[in-house]
């Protein structure tokens, strides 16, 4: 089954703790993205990556990396998160032709 | 700057047509998405127009015009299960990459 899987779903952590949101896809993607979605914000783009190594800044990247090593994967990494990114956060993926975006389910992240 | 405009609310009755309108400004376009989300899921992808005119899919149709800047997502014969945020979503060019810029979403309530 075509799918873009995120993990963890759901995260609860403290201001300053590193953490890593995976994101898969096995559809042989070229391009995937990040995105956070507020209230009333609708969705902004974090960081995306157009293939393997080649990654640039969205709309919000302030406090976040990412990395493309293999074309499957692109973590989002939060290396001193605060609570202002507490968020929905959504990984997409796409062949880049017609603006489709495969998105996965979320991952709904809490600082404190 | 980009921006995209498109109501924040709309309610419409159940077996009725409602139609979402978007209005984008950027530098650049290649094309208008549409996407619909759920509470708690992620968006999906509805419809893609590159060229001016209307696209239909079912109960679903929309509509672009280039040289107005502006499209909309007709939606017929409306069920319960379509009560969703609706996005809209510009793919244009930026630099050497495409970029996808949504717009807040509408959020449309269907009353039986």
């Known amino acids: 089954e075509a799918q873009v899987t995120q993990n963890p779903r759901y995260l609860i952590t403290v201001t300053g703790k590193k953490l890593t949101v995976t994101c898969s896809q096995n559809?042989?993607?070229?391009?995937m993205s990040w995105y956070r979605q507020d209230p009333g914000l609708g969705l902004r783009q974090i960081y995306y990556?157009?293939?393997?190594?080649?990654?640039d800044k969205g709309d919000v990247p302030e406090g976040y990396k990412v990395s493309r090593k293999e074309k499957r994967n692109f973590p989002l990494i939060l290396e001193s998160p605060s609570p202002n990114q507490t968020s929905l956060y959504f990984c997409?993926?796409?062949?880049?032709?017609?603006?489709?975006?495969?998105f996965g389910e979320g991952s709904r992240l809490t600082v404190l | 700057g980009q921006s995209l405009e498109q109501p924040s609310e709309v309610t419409a009755v159940e077996g009725a047509i409602v139609q979402i309108n978007c209005t984008y400004q950027t530098s650049g376009f290649y094309g208008l998405s549409w996407y619909q989300q759920h509470d708690g899921g992620a968006p999906t992808f509805l419809s893609y127009n590159a060229l001016d005119g209307l696209e239909e899919t079912g109960r679903f149709s929309s509509f672009l015009s280039r040289s107005d800047s502006y499209g909309y997502l007709l939606l017929q014969e409306l069920q319960m299960k379509d009560s969703a945020s609706y996005f809209c979503?510009?793919?244009?060019?930026?630099?050497?990459?495409?970029?996808?810029?949504f717009g807040k979403g509408t959020r449309l309530h269907i009353l039986p």
């Open positions: 990556s157009m293939n393997v190594e080649v990654t």
């Open positions: 979503a510009v793919r244009a060019p930026m630099n050497r990459d495409d970029k996808i810029i």
């Open positions: 559809m042989n993607h070229e391009y």
């Open positions: 997409a993926s796409s062949l880049g032709e017609n603006g489709e975006l495969f």
